[in-house]
């Protein structure tokens, strides 16, 4: 299954949601319990209509969904959510009812609302379709990110047979835009707001999901995201692997102008490499398209409707040629052509008796 950059959304199981804290984390599990159709949703014996993307019902569900115990800081979130634009949320200060609608959401229903059966999906049940750059607004307000943030972050810029990243052929990759195939500490750190060294350990914590390639010297590493839903399981690729198509890239660009540092650089290659390699493997199979057939071994020669050595026999209706008295002015359908100066390995001789 083809996971490119150029597609706006991304799957995530609800049962893999981001773990630890993090404004994205609380995005992702009110995302997890919203309606994914149009309906009436029950809440304390009250009926709600709610449409896709949105909840209806109270401030203790909401701190059940959140995971939290406190109102204070469950209100503190929706504000902050609603501040950066990821929702838009309503509470009556009289009836206590608190309704929420996500501002990013995938289904956008015009039909008919579903009178029976149930608008929430199964806790742990099925996936959301979240948007690609829903982490961005994050990095614009240079906010710093916590945990269940960079995981996201992460699982958002991931790619599977990407043109560009040959890598992703193996393994759904992280790709941070067409040039970002191969990620450094210090990038991820500067996007994120951390040292290097928390980087380091988050990667170490989250080996589970986000698998870490260090590739020699300072290019950088590869992240794997092996907990993307495929169509059929991906095996991990094999270190030697990797390397043999580093290897590859560097001696496929090794007369090419450096530009900007090492990571930079192998990056430019990356994207060139995998998009030439890409293009040859479709050739390849165009070629491969085509029908072999056996070495002609007989050539005839047809008489065209205007050439002079023909004769029309009425009788039987068909067409004679007339002799020739010279053999090597033998004359194919329309133009003279001298026998004896063709070269002799152009012919197929058949043997007999």
């Not at 993307?53 to 406190?70: A, E, Q």
């Not at 501002?103 to 999906?121: I, L």
């Not at 900007?260 to 998009?275: E, F, K, M, Q």
Request: charged share 25%; aromatic share 12%; glycine share 8%.
């Amino acid at each position: 299954m083809k996971c490119l950059m150029k597609y706006e959304w991304v799957k995530l199981r609800r049962d893999t949601l981001p773990v630890g804290k993090g404004i994205m984390g609380a995005w992702a599990k009110l995302a997890a319990r919203a309606a994914f159709r149009k309906g009436h949703a029950s809440y304390c014996g009250h009926k709600n209509a709610v449409s896709p993307g949105m909840w209806s019902g109270g401030i203790v569900g909401l701190k059940s969904i959140l995971g939290i115990r406190s109102r204070t800081q469950a209100l503190e979130i929706m504000d902050k959510l609603s501040a950066l634009g990821y929702l838009k949320y309503t509470l009556d200060g009289k009836t206590k009812k608190l309704t929420y609608q996500l501002t990013d959401w995938v289904v956008k229903c015009s039909g008919e609302e579903c009178m029976n059966g149930t608008v929430y999906a199964t806790d742990g049940f099925g996936f959301l379709c979240l948007p690609r750059n829903i982490t961005q607004r994050l990095v614009e307000e240079q906010y710093i990110f916590d945990e269940a943030d960079a995981w996201l972050d992460l699982w958002c810029h991931t790619v599977s047979e990407e043109p560009g990243n040959a890598f992703s052929f193996m393994t759904p990759a992280v790709q941070y835009g067409n040039y970002g195939a191969i990620l450094t500490m210090e990038k991820l750190g500067q996007r994120w707001g951390w040292e290097k060294t928390k980087v380091w350990r988050f990667f170490k914590k989250h080996g589970d999901v986000f698998v870490l390639y260090r590739l020699p010297g300072s290019y950088g590493c590869l992240v794997f995201n092996k907990s993307y839903p495929m169509d059929t399981e991906v095996p991990l690729p094999k270190q030697t692997e990797i390397l043999r198509i580093l290897d590859e890239i560097r001696i496929w660009g090794a007369n090419t102008h450096k530009v900007g540092s090492d990571n930079d650089h192998i990056n430019r290659l990356v994207a060139w490499y995998s998009r030439n390699a890409v293009e040859k493997s479709i050739d390849n199979v165009e070629e491969n398209r085509v029908a072999l057939s056996d070495s002609i071994i007989r050539a005839y020669f047809s008489p065209c409707w205007n050439c002079k050595n023909c004769e029309y026999v009425c009788r039987s209706k068909e067409y004679s040629v007339l002799k020739v008295q010279e053999t090597n002015k033998i004359r194919g359908p329309c133009r003279p052509t001298d026998i004896t100066k063709i070269a002799k390995e152009l012919f197929y001789h058949e043997q007999t008796g």
